[in-house]
């Protein structure tokens, strides 16, 4: 078996640091190769069915070993968070002067708080409808820790709900 380092891979691929969190609660750290100037939503709607991470960790696995290669089910994510500045979450910014304040509940009791940058007179179900299959989130908190996560990739699969406060 060759391993996945060895496949020849165009040389305009570029690694970059993710962390993944699955439906199961787990989280993983690794990398995705993505092109460069890619977003991570747009890369992320372009795979059909897994997703390949390299030097893959299992989160609080004590000091588990780095895994070379591993293909998650793009359906089991629940979101994907880039965690350096150089991988962009959308190609495009849409601005708006009006934010407005939602929560998301997701698979796994948990529930995020965040701003959508979306005019008052959109409905939250058509601005959700007509979007790709991850949202692009920016400054949101998850309730049951308090944490603020400054950009994500949150998989339509894992909302259950959506309420505006």
Known sequence: MIPYEA???PQHLLRRPIS????????LHGEIHIA???SLTGFLE???HFLNVTSARWSGDGGGSTLPHLSLRVSNLVWAEPLDGSLYLTSAE???DVGRRVELHLLGDLILEVTLNIAAELRMSDYFDSGPNFIPLRQAT??????TIDRLAVSHRAVL???EL
């Open 7 to 9: 496949y020849d891979r």
């Open 20 to 27: 993944v969190l699955l439906t199961g609660g787990r989280t």
């Open 36 to 38: 460069e100037g890619q």
């Open 46 to 48: 372009a795979k059909k």
């Open 94 to 96: 849409r601005a708006s």
């Open 142 to 147: 998850v309730r049951s820790t308090g944490r």
């Open 161 to 163: 709900a959506i309420r």
